[in-house]
């Protein structure tokens, strides 16, 4: 994979994807916490939809509430981690120290400036899926304005703290799988130096408009 290759593809998604997760065993848990997953991304949508349809609010105001949110109901420190991949393991105390906040600002000002630009949305459960140990997949469509409806799919998991957003799926691709597969491979390009992705980070969120 190129340099070129690290204007890292995650940006040219469309609105659903800036819309940016083990469970008991038993035929019955399941279901239950499959439905418990898809109310989740319910009331999490009901939220996005709440500030991004509420004409009485500036764009600041909706920069900051939106900021706030995905930072609430985003498992970004985790999203951050996964998008290492096999350099997770290898990345010292102090990279980790400066890669993971640039990785989580990254993905806000992605979802934010995407977002923000939207009114009218319109969301909509379609079905869950349980995963067992993967989590639970909620597939929903996403609609703004006269835009004909788009399909996304959140992966949900539940941790001590309950549920949270690992990942989101658009027109086949998973975010923060795309991210990984775009991270992994520049950092093999450049020697195996977390500090390259590093860098590229800073460059991408410091040419950014501010999410807040």
């Known amino acids: 994979m190129s340099a070129a290759r690290l204007q890292w593809t995650i940006w040219a998604l469309p609105l659903a994807a800036a819309m ?19 109310a989740y991304v319910q009331g999490v949508a009901d939220e996005a939809t ?25 498992d970004l420190d985790k999203i951050a981690r996964f998008t290492l991949g096999k350099y997770a393991r290898i990345a010292t105390d102090a990279e980790k120290a400066e890669y993971i906040p640039l990785l989580k600002q990254y993905v806000i000002n992605f979802y934010v400036n995407n977002l923000v630009k939207y009114h009218d949305v319109k969301f909509k459960i379609i079905r869950s899926i349980d995963k067992g140990a993967q989590g639970t997949i909620v597939v929903s469509s996403i609609a703004a304005g006269s835009d004909e409806p788009n399909e996304a799919d959140w992966r949900v998991v539940k941790g001590p703290n309950g549920f949270s957003i690992f990942d989101a799926n658009i027109q086949g691709l ?7 597969q775009t991270i992994v491979p520049y950092v093999d390009e450049h020697g195996g130096k977390v500090t390259a992705a590093i860098e590229k980070l800073r460059e991408q969120v410091n040419s950014a408009p501010p999410a807040g």
Do not use: C
Request: hydrophobic fraction near 50%.
């Open 20 to 38: 940016y997760l083990a469970f008991a065993v038993g035929a019955a848990p399941r279901a239950h916490a499959a439905d418990d997953a898809a």
């Open 50 to 74: 709440g500030i991004l349809n509420n004409s009485g609010l500036s764009e600041s105001a909706k920069r900051d509430a939106l900021s706030k949110m995905i930072d609430t109901h985003l």
């Open 174 to 180: 998973w975010v923060a799988q795309n991210l990984e």
